[in-house]
C-alpha cells in the first residue's frame, strides 16, 4: 500500500510538471504567416495618437516612416542556427546573423535601417535604427502562432509607441 502511495505521488508529481509546461515559451518556428487582425493591436491608431501632439509641418513624415515599417499583413521567416531571416510582403528580405553586425536594409527609397538581431531567451529581437527612430520588435512563438511585440522610440515622440500584432501560421 505504501508503493502504491509513493507511486501515485510521484506520478501526480510528474503530470503536474508536464501540465505546467505546456505553455512554455517555444522557440521561434520558421515558416510563413498572416496577421490574426482580431488578436491585434490597432498598431496604425497607436501611432496616430502619438503622432498628434507634433506640430502639422513634422507628422506626414514622421508619420510615413512608423507607418510603412508597419504595413505588412504577412511575413516569412527562417531561423537556421544563428542565421536569421524574415521578408516583409515583397519587400527586400533581411538576412543577418543574430548577435552579429547590424546590417543595412532600404525599406523603401529614403528610409533606411541599420538592423540587428538578438535572441532574448525563446524569442528573437530585431532592432531598426533610423535617422529619426528605432524600433524593437520582439518575435516569439506561442502555438501555431507567431506574437510579435513592437515598440518605437524618437526624439519627435514625447513617449514610445508599443503595440501587440498576433499571426497565423501557414504552413
Known amino acids: 500500500m505504501h508503493r502504491w502511495t509513493l507511486s501515485a505521488a510521484i506520478g501526480a508529481a510528474v503530470m503536474i510538471s508536464s501540465a505546467g509546461s505546456a505553455h512554455a515559451a517555444q522557440p521561434v518556428v520558421s515558416g510563413s504567416y498572416n496577421r490574426?487582425?482580431?488578436?491585434?493591436d490597432?498598431?496604425?491608431q497607436a501611432i496616430e495618437s502619438a503622432l498628434a501632439g507634433l506640430p502639422s509641418a513634422?507628422?506626414?513624415?514622421?508619420?510615413?516612416?512608423?507607418?510603412?515599417?508597419?504595413a505588412t499583413s504577412r511575413f516569412r521567416i527562417s531561423l537556421a542556427g544563428s542565421r536569421f531571416s524574415i521578408k516583409y510582403d515583397a519587400k527586400t528580405p533581411i538576412v543577418?546573423?543574430?548577435?552579429?553586425?547590424?546590417?543595412?536594409?532600404?525599406l523603401v527609397e529614403g528610409l533606411v535601417f541599420h538592423v540587428s538581431a538578438k535572441a532574448n531567451g525563446d524569442a528573437v529581437s530585431l532592432t531598426f535604427r533610423g535617422d529619426d527612430s528605432e524600433r524593437?520588435?520582439?518575435?516569439?512563438s506561442?502555438?501555431?502562432?507567431?506574437?510579435e511585440e513592437t515598440t518605437i522610440i524618437s526624439p519627435l515622440l514625447s513617449?514610445?509607441?508599443?503595440?501587440k500584432l498576433v499571426y497565423n501560421r501557414e504552413n
Open 136 to 140: 524593437t520588435t520582439v518575435y516569439r
Open 58 to 70: 513634422q507628422r506626414p513624415l514622421a508619420r510615413m516612416s512608423m507607418r510603412k515599417s508597419i
Open 42 to 44: 490597432a498598431a496604425f
Open 36 to 40: 490574426d487582425e482580431e488578436g491585434s
Open 96 to 106: 543577418l546573423w543574430i548577435g552579429g553586425e547590424p546590417v543595412r536594409w532600404k
Open 159 to 163: 513617449t514610445p509607441i508599443s503595440y
Open 142 to 147: 506561442v502555438g501555431e502562432q507567431l506574437v
